[in-house]
């Protein structure tokens, strides 16, 4: 994880995760508050926070890594199918 917090992209996505987790937060928070009036516990609303939390990364991951494992795998393909063999070579 913390490789991809290092690079610009990665930086990107989890930014993006963050604030997807702190909207979703934020539009049940009334729900919350129904849920605090009707007897929940401050530990089981945080479990709820949490749960949805977990969802919400999971989904994510699951739909992220197989696209960034093709994409990584795609981009240098095409980049090498430009290049001519001889200054390839003479490159590495």
Sequence with gaps: ???????????????LLAHALL???????RDLT???AVGFTPG????????????TATVALLAGLPLGIALA????????ARLRPAPALRAE
Excluded: C, D, F, I
């Design 44 to 55: 089981k609303a945080a479990g709820t926070v949490a749960s949805t939390a977990l969802t």
């Design 1 to 15: 994880m913390w490789a991809v917090a290092r690079s610009e992209p990665g930086r990107r996505w989890l930014g």
């Design 34 to 36: 129904v849920l605090r």
């Design 73 to 80: 795998a795609a981009v240098p393909l095409r980049r090498n």
């Design 23 to 29: 909207v979703t937060t934020r539009r049940r928070r």
